[in-house]
Structure formats: structure tokens, C-alpha cells
């Protein structure tokens, strides 16, 4: 697993014999350098250092372990299972520009069908050609069925619908409706998405709406995901660019904030680079 930026910060800390007071104003400073953010670092700290005391650990080592066990428990407090049951299950991929939404899709298509799913992808960011284009070589690359616009311009959500009508027609089991990487202050186009949402639904439940966010958005990424579960009822998180270079402490204080869990994780560029999430790995890869 990549080396996050967490882990860097701590390894001086980590290399102190004794636990003494600059300890837990060490290990707040790594949180808030790994954009945790403020509230989620002093909660940790803590929960840390008051469980620390309780037990009676004085090794730093030990300390390391108990922080390790600490953050996995919260991050599993959120059950990041996708809920994929329906035939077909309609999953929304939203977020704003730059966060690596289309070809998460792609990812997501190839990771499904390598478990034994169907899956259509829904070509609905029709305010951009390039998106359209960007979108189907992704489809195209994992295998996935596609339906793009018959026109320039056409509506966003009557390609959604006639994705999902291929699917109930065809038996495909899952369609992915990419959307416009649209921002989140522009409420015009948030109302799209919800327009996309009320047509699909008129003959199909959408099972998950996954907010796509980049791990080295930071801080960012936390107004994004406050902004799109109020106006798109966001589900779950998918983390993309999550190398070395990613302070993804933001997780944990997106995850502490909104109740929304990590449902996917992407940690290159590859078609095959997308995973399920897991509070353990992810626990443990943040001190590496």
C-alpha cells in the first residue's frame, strides 16, 4: 500500500521511547498536517490518550497500536458495503471536475464485471463531447455496455432512462450513470442531478449515489461532501488518488462529519486499480 502523508508525519513520534506530554501535541499536529481537520484531531487525541492513561501504556510503540485500533473502529462504525441487490441497481457517480469521476467509472464497471456482473454505463455528463467521448473509451476498456446521447445537448436524464430501460430490457444487472462534473456551489446544476434522480425513478430505485472525491482535494473535499449529501442524497464516498503524495487523513474527518462511508478505494492509474474499502487496511496504511 502507498505511503500516506499521516504516517510521514508520525515517524519521529514513533521513534520516542517514552510517551510524555508532547506525544499528544505531536500526534494532533500529524492529524491537522493530514487535513483530519481540527475537531476530528482533538477527538482522536483524546480518546487516545485518555484509553493510553486508563491502560497504562508508556511505550510509544505501544500508543501506535492503540491509535491504529482506535481509527479502524471508527472507520468501521460506517459500513461501506455497496448495496447492489436490485435488478438492475442504479448507481449515480457525481462530483465536481477534476476528481477522476469518469474514469473511477471505467474502474467500477471493470470491477464488477470481474465479479460476475453485467453493467451498463449511462454516458449523462452531456454538457461536455469530451466527457461523452472520455466516458466510452472507459466503458469500452472494461467491457461494460454503454448508451450515449443520440444528440448534442440531449437531456441528461432521458440518457439515464434509456440506460436503465436497456437494462431492464436486456437483463443487465448494474448501470452506471456518469453526471456532469458539476460544481457544488452551482445550484442550477444540482438541480439536474436531481432531476436525473426523479426520472430513473419513475421505473427504477437507485441504489447508491457515490460522491468520487480526490484525496488530495484536503479540507475541500469535506465542504464537497456536505454540499452533495444535502442536495443529492450521497450514499457513499469513493477516494481516488490515493498515492503517496495524498494527505487522505481528510477521510476521517469527512467520514466523522457526514456519516457517509468509503465505499471504494483508487490507488493508481490502471483499469484494475479500484477496491472495496476496508476500515482495517486503511487504518493500518495511514501510519506507513
Request: net charge negative; hydrophobic share 45%.
Amino acid at each position: 500500500m502507498a505511503s500516506w502523508s499521516l504516517g510521514r508525519a508520525l515517524r519521529g513520534l514513533w521513534q520516542k521511547e517514552t510517551v510524555d506530554e508532547s506525544t499528544w501535541e505531536e500526534l494532533e499536529d500529524a492529524l491537522l498536517v493530514a487535513d483530519a481537520g481540527v475537531d476530528y484531531a482533538e477527538s482522536l487525541v483524546a480518546q487516545v490518550r485518555e484509553e493510553s492513561e486508563r491502560i497504562g501504556l508508556t511505550s510509544s510503540k505501544d500508543v501506535k497500536s492503540l491509535l491504529v485500533d482506535i481509527i479502524e473502529t471508527r472507520l468501521a462504525a460506517h459500513d461501506p458495503t455497496l448495496t447492489l441487490t436490485d435488478r438492475p441497481a442504479v448507481v449515480l457517480m457525481v462530483g465536481v471536475n477534476g476528481v477522476g469521476k469518469t474514469t473511477t467509472i471505467g474502474k467500477f464497471a471493470r470491477f464488477l464485471i470481474k465479479a460476475g456482473r453485467s453493467v451498463v454505463v449511462a454516458a449523462a455528463d452531456t454538457f461536455r463531447a469530451a466527457a461523452v467521448e472520455q466516458v466510452s473509451v472507459w466503458a469500452e476498456r472494461a467491457g461494460a455496455h454503454l448508451v450515449s446521447p443520440e444528440k448534442d445537448g440531449q437531456d441528461p436524464a432521458s440518457v439515464a432512462y434509456q440506460a436503465v430501460v436497456r437494462a431492464q430490457q436486456e437483463g443487465i444487472d448494474i448501470v452506471l450513470v456518469d453526471t456532469a462534473g458539476r460544481l457544488h456551489t452551482k445550484t442550477g446544476l444540482m438541480d439536474e442531478l436531481s432531476k436525473i434522480r426523479r426520472v430513473i425513478e419513475k421505473i427504477q430505485p437507485v441504489s447508491e449515489v457515490l460522491l468520487v472525491l480526490d484525496a488530495t482535494t484536503g479540507q475541500n473535499g469535506l465542504q464537497q461532501a456536505e454540499a452533495f449529501l444535502e442536495q443529492a442524497g450521497v450514499t457513499g464516498l469513493v477516494i481516488t488518488k490515493l498515492d503517496g503524495s495524498a494527505r487522505a487523513g481528510f477521510v476521517l474527518g469527512v467520514q466523522d462529519k457526514t456519516g457517509l462511508p468509503v465505499k471504494l478505494i483508487g490507488e493508481g492509474e490502471g483499469i484494475d486499480d479500484l477496491r472495496g474499502f476496508s476500515a482495517k487496511r486503511f487504518a493500518e496504511g495511514l501510519m506507513e
